[in-house]
């Protein structure tokens, strides 16, 4: 292995030394990352990686006096202890504030005392008093100014403070430290100015996702000062998990201060040297418990009533005639009234109503021409709650199938938008409406209908099904070869959660009712599980003595079981001792094997806790994001020196709505998606890949599964998807063997995405390839029969009748000739639909580098794999992920492209009218309709899409751009969502490693 740089002799940490042996990816780090940065390093490794140590020698090989920022005390004398280590004297390192130090450790707490409200709204306020001034206000007028505009026009000025703190937060790393001090408390000023005069060069940021709006500026304002003073102001950011897009301003905030990462150390890598223990992830599905599935059932019922209730009545059924049947803006003239036929004519009766005009194909045209989601919605609609409506006749079933809960919302929100929030009349309605969706989590606003806190959503999320099948992994854990040795944690999202509605259990959900049933199971009791939050302690009644004592011992402080309790649990009481002290005691209890059960919520068994002996993570959360699941996961990779061959099983608890019940609801299948989008593990095909996305916790049997369960096919039912993947679940032993531990790897990510084999026919439409070569293919054999019968008259006498043969046989012949090769070229394309999937691809890459969007791609990186019934497309280089989402959006259904590819037969889309065009669907002759949408990176401009266009004819085959305009656009739009699915609908996209 690489030493690392050695320092400057002469700097602060110039003597700091290392005598042990880096670890590889270490090493690459010091060798990839020059010293002497002007600006920012950014390292993102997962938790057990060395960081700490990494940190401490990038900073070492700079020299410069260092400041460590910590999120935690912690991890803050984690840093300490091991500074300690290198450093020739113990008095180099230091966690005092009030003592700078050659390296100071501190939380980011210490530093982090602001005025009262949000920094950044202060600083933006400030920053308005100083345009006033500049416009020629003194001072004190322009504070009374912004003071009276608070008062009399509050929305006014809060619109003035957003916009220019969203202005601050785009630069607020380049903002002068004498304008952030304006909004610090003086004592974090006066801190700050302590650790400036110290001559601090260097500031390690460790967890540096957590930069919150304080603790940005702290360091924007550190990092300044330093560089005001002559100082580089070098930040070196470490962190486990980059932050999420979603996280809102912590990603803004980070983003600001460190920019692009400059080297990743992904987790496996760390596994595959031995430095963490390999994993493998699970899913666990249940369904809810019939109390939960009872109001789950009444749930779906009483929205569909409600919806139907509104829009069922005169104003609704109105509604839905006048949006199915618009008015003609050019209506033809009336006809001229012949006066004879008038006066023969018996008169009307004034009080009859005049006749209803027949419901009017053409009017369904502009309607669907106008607005095609929310016309076909309607016709739904229509057809559900009134069948035998006249205009029912014209709807073609085809495309107004199936009224789900979502056309329901749909026409709902238009409908109370314009019908009736305009009319003043329809006040009491609209309350009406506005309260009742409101019980079913629906806010209904003036710029629409949007979600809120769904009651189904928080059931299934929360549902005791959950806690339940807890029980059960664990019953399966401890069943297995290794069952002597779990040692599990169960996480949690809240001691108990506030939310009732729909949770229908005795206890709330969360961490005290998942204790109670693992407490009250004969089998997981044996387990001692303890329960352990900010201020509770739960021990099981028969061991709460002993283990008040052993923690007694721990802690150095009196720990007593608390009098009065009954039944299987006792609460134990700590007065005086710190949530910290407790669990770091409670982690030793289970590393000594006198505890192998916790049960907890996050904010105290997430992120900063570690416990090597733990192998077995049970997580009953909601979290997804990038930093939160990863950070989750790493609690159970630490290595045990107790169990060297450790493998760490991972469980994600899915619940999933019955395939009988009607209720469409993929929130827990979507959260199970975005969780394993930020996680790479072992395939749970058992293929020795290492993949990120879905694919590491359930096989593509499983998922073909699971999409059969959502898709609410009959045959599918929950019971057999969890059969399926506890079936699946394979020893630990194998796991370990699958990591190839202290084999070589090759650092690498690369996007693959799935496609159906059978699927390349909307790639390579023979008929077409025939149709589009028998023109010249006829040429051909006309100019060839008519030059061999020319020849043949002008060297031998011939019949004219013998002439005519012989220039038709020729003819025919040559025409054959012309037109069987572009057959059998195209015919060995769908015979080997690699080739075809992969020039898909590579077109798709020379496209998006001429129009200047990636830089041009190595094509030996873009790599077709056949699996069966499907293909694998695997893209490596810089730009994978442009190519890869690209293609994904190529090979999904269309939603709403500008250009359509066309590769099917060329008498597709030769009508005008959508009507007549869904219609044809069902012709025998456009089942072969095939088109792909242009991906919309390339369809801003039309040269780009022909581009495209060019290089897909280049590589693919023939092909047609369409630029959907009209009535005709649609029609094709409508024929286009039909094409068979080219992705795998399983999991059409990950990542792999390695």
Known sequence: MAEPTAPLEDAPLGDWRFTGTLRTYQAQVLERLAPGSESELHIVAPPGSGKTLLGLLLAAREGGR??????????????????AGLAPDAAAVSTDPLRIADLTALTYQALSVTGDGS????????????????????????????????????????????????????????????????????????LLERIVDAGVDTIVLDECHHLLDHWALVVAYLVGAIRERGG?????GLTATLPDVADGTEFDNYTQLLGEVDFEVPTPAVVKEGHLAPYRDHVWFTEPVPAEAAFIRRHGEQLDALLAQVLSTPDGIRYLEER?????????????????????????????????APPSPAALERALADDLPLTRSCGVVLRA??????????????????CTTDDLLTVLARFTLTTLLPDPGAKHQWRYVKKALADFGLLLTDRGLRRGRDPVETTLAFSEAKDRAAVDILRLELGGADGARIKAVIVTDFVEHGNSRGLVGETAAGALRAYDFVVNDPLTAALSPVLLTADRIRVPAARAEELAAALMARVGSAVQVRPGGVGPWRELDAPGVGAGSIVAAVSALMSAGSVRLLVGTRGLLGEGWDCPAVNTLIDLTTVTTSTGAPQLRGRTLRLDPAWPEKVAH???????????????????????????????????????????????????????????????????????????????????SETRAAWRIGESYVAEEREALAVRRASVSALVPTTRAV?????????????GS????????SAVPIAPAAGVGIAVTVGTALSLSGAVGPLVRERRRRREPATSFRGAAVALARALAESGRIRPLDEAAIVVRDEGDRMRIELAGPDQRVVADAAEELFAPPSAPRFLLRTDREDVGGRASLLGMVAAMRHEGLRGAAFLAVPRVLARRRSDAEAFLRHWRENVGAAELIELKGEEGLALLALARRTPRVLDAAEPRTTLWG
Not at 131 to 160: K, M
């Open 66 to 83: 260092t400041l460590v920022l910590a999120p935690n005390t912690t991890i803050r004398e984690q840093w300490a202890r091991t500074a």
């Open 324 to 356: 199915l049947q618009p008015a003609d803006p050019d209506p033809p003239e009336p006809p001229v009234a012949d006066p004879a036929a008038a006066e023969q004519a018996p008169a009307a009766d004034p009080f009859d109503d005049p006749p209803a």
């Open 771 to 783: 149709r589009s070569a028998l023109p010249w293919a006829m040429l051909l054999g006309m100019a």
């Open 786 to 793: 008519a030059g061999v019968t020319a020849l043949v008259a």
């Open 650 to 732: 991972n469980w994600s608890v899915s619940c999933l709505i019955p395939a009988e019940v009607a209720l469409d609801d993929a929130t827990e299948q979507r959260r199970l998606t975005r969780r394993h989008g930020h996680l790479l593990g072992l395939s749970a095909d058992d293929d020795g890949r290492i993949v990120r996305g879905l694919g590491n916790a359930l096989s593509h049997a499983a998922r073909q599964a699971l999409h059969r369960v959502l898709g609410k096919d009959p045959e599918a039912s929950v019971g057999a998807l969890g059969e399926l993947v506890r079936a699946e679940v394979l020893p630990r």
């Open 385 to 402: 709650l009134a069948p035998q409506h006249p205009i029912c006749a014209i709807l073609p079933p085809v495309l107004f199938e199936r």
């Open 119 to 190: 920094p950044f709204e202060a600083l933006a306020r400030a920053r308005w008093a100083d345009e006033l001034v500049e416009s020629g206000r003194t001072q004190a007028a322009a504070e009374t100014w912004l003071a009276a505009l608070a008062v009399d026009n509050p929305a006014q000025y809060r619109t003035g403070l957003r916009g220019r703190v969203k202005r601050i937060r785009r630069r607020f790393a380049r903002e002068r430290p004498q304008a952030i001090a304006r909004v610090l408390h003086p004592n974090a000023v006066s």
């Open 232 to 236: 580089r102001g070098l930040v070196i």
